[in-house]
């Protein structure tokens, strides 16, 4: 096997895992990936558990299928589960079908919610800024990201727990110089991912929110729910329950709810970026 041209003393990585783990997030996913196929698995599993949940799963994504398996199959069954629900899921089902048949079943039984759960609603392909980087590496990152598909900018701490929202307005205006941890990050409310649909769906919260985050029993970001895709799909659910589809009155009602919650949404956010991303060069 070739050598990755990325060196990093194997003494730090041991010493300094989550130091460490801020690194390899800065370099490209095929050379961090390498890297990490490189060491021994022992090495590795503190850094997988370290690095921010969506860079590691890619990382794991862009490795042969053998050896991702090997990590999966030896790290803690939560951190494995958290993982592979990030991984995109061809890569995620490869790696399932490496995995001993007792860890396996126990890991699909994990990363599968029931079908009228909110984690299967969810947006669940996430990217997230940890607070222990500096402003310029942030906006490194999103320039690196390109295309953001989830409606906030989401913030973790040091155990990948949710830490909230972080403006692109905030963060373009900040010294580059400044950690993350430092800006102004907006607590959100958060949605259990394995609460009923229904049972979401009538919480007072969408008041003022079209989206929210999705957490764990640990509190770590697992998804995005969009209010807008959780109603349809309740008042479809409740209307094939009662035997038959929403009225017209019905349907109306649904469109009115919506629109007035993207309303709402934009005048209570105050802190949502007015710029075009685009414009500024991320």
């Not at 460490?20 to 490189?38: Q, T």
């Not at 692109?168 to 941890?181: K, M, N, Y």
């Not at 764990?216 to 035997?243: C, Q, W």
Request: proline letters at 5%; hydrophobic letters at 50%; charged letters at 20%.
């Amino acid at each position: 096997m070739m050598r990755s041209e990325f060196q990093l003393s194997h003494a730090f990585v041991s010493r300094h895992p989550e130091a460490a783990a801020r690194v390899l997030e800065r370099l490209s996913v095929d050379m961090a990936a390498g890297f990490l196929a490189e060491v021994k698995v022992q090495m590795a599993l503190p850094l997988l558990a370290a690095m921010v949940t969506p860079v590691a799963a890619r990382c794991l994504a862009a490795m042969p299928v053998g050896q991702a398996a090997m990590l999966l199959e030896s790290s803690d069954s939560d951190v494995a589960a958290t993982l592979l629900r990030a991984m995109p899921n061809e890569s995620a089902a490869a790696c399932l079908a490496r995995l001993p048949a007792s860890k396996r079943n126990r890991l699909a039984r994990m990363i599968n919610y029931p079908e009228d759960s909110v984690g299967g609603r969810m947006l669940s392909q996430l990217f997230v800024l940890p607070t222990t980087i500096s402003v310029a590496e942030a906006l490194k990152r999103v320039r690196q990201a390109r295309q953001l598909r989830q409606h906030h900018l989401y913030v973790s701490d040091d155990k990948l727990r949710l830490s909230g929202a972080l403006s692109l307005d905030v963060l373009l205006r900040a010294d580059g110089r400044l950690p993350v941890a430092q800006l102004p990050i907006r607590k959100l409310p958060t949605v259990p991912v394995r609460a009923s649909v229904k049972e979401v769906a009538e919480m007072a919260i969408w008041i003022h929110h079209q989206y929210l985050p999705v957490v764990d029993s640990k509190g770590r970001l697992v998804g995005e729910l969009n209010f807008t895709r959780l109603y349809e799909d309740a008042a479809l659910t409740a209307a094939a329950g009662a035997g038959g589809t929403p009225s017209f009155l019905e349907r109306l009602w649904l469109s009115l709810a919506v629109s007035m919650t993207a309303l709402l949404d934009m005048l209570f956010d105050s802190r949502r970026p007015k710029r075009n991303i685009n414009e500024h060069g991320v």
